[in-house]
């Protein structure tokens, strides 16, 4: 599925081959960006870096599973890279009901970072609720000590098994907002 997403990447505006034949880049005036594509490990990288700042403003990989997901995952890179992002401005979780929120991904580790900056948004606000972070293998050992599961777009091709399964505690986190660690956009799903 790699190779059917490296040729349709290749084939966007802009896009020129770059350090190696398994990466495409992209430049405007704003952003230096790159797509890496892992065909031994079935895997892709999004990277968007500010030229000014020289800060990675989007960054996302994953495993290439799901065609509707991967597809997904590449034009969340496209439109920020086209400068739609989509921002809340505040939010804060007025059930009060919700006290722990798991965020998951394939290993736990990017759904750590994000769970991190979460936290540190619900610790500045002084609000009492808990975020965790866990690989996808431990979810289902731990999906009832959790009001709220967010699914990283790593694992968001299993979103209709886990929400049949579990129902709509099951959540997905899109794209746009874990490769840019917009916790107040993904958060603006919950039920107020």
């Known amino acids: 599925m790699t190779q059917i997403f490296y040729k349709w990447t290749s084939q966007m505006k802009h896009a020129c081959l770059c350090e190696n034949e398994k990466t ?49 995952n590449l034009q969340a890179f496209f439109s920020y890279l086209d400068g739609q992002h989509p921002h809340a401005e505040s939010i804060t979780v007025k059930d009060k009901q919700i006290r722990r929120i798991l965020i998951s991904c394939t290993s736990g580790f990017t759904s750590a970072y994000f769970a991190n900056l979460m936290q540190a948004m619900f610790d500045t606000k002084k609000q009492a609720i808990t975020v965790d972070a866990l690989p996808i293998t431990e979810l289902e050992s731990q999906i009832d000590h959790y ?43 919950l039920p107020s």
């Open 24 to 72: 495409i880049c992209f430049c405007n005036e704003t952003y230096h960006a790159h797509v890496i594509f892992h065909v031994q490990l079935s895997t892709i990288e999004l990277v968007i870096q500010n030229k000014q700042t020289e800060e990675t403003e989007f960054y996302l990989h994953f495993e290439a599973k799901d065609f509707k997901t991967t597809k997904e």
């Open 147 to 189: 009001d709220y599961v967010l699914l990283a777009p790593q694992i968001a091709y299993l979103y209709p098994q886990l929400t049949q399964k579990c129902g709509k505690k099951i959540l997905r986190i899109t794209a746009m907002d874990f490769a840019t660690g917009d916790v107040k956009h993904a958060l603006s799903q």
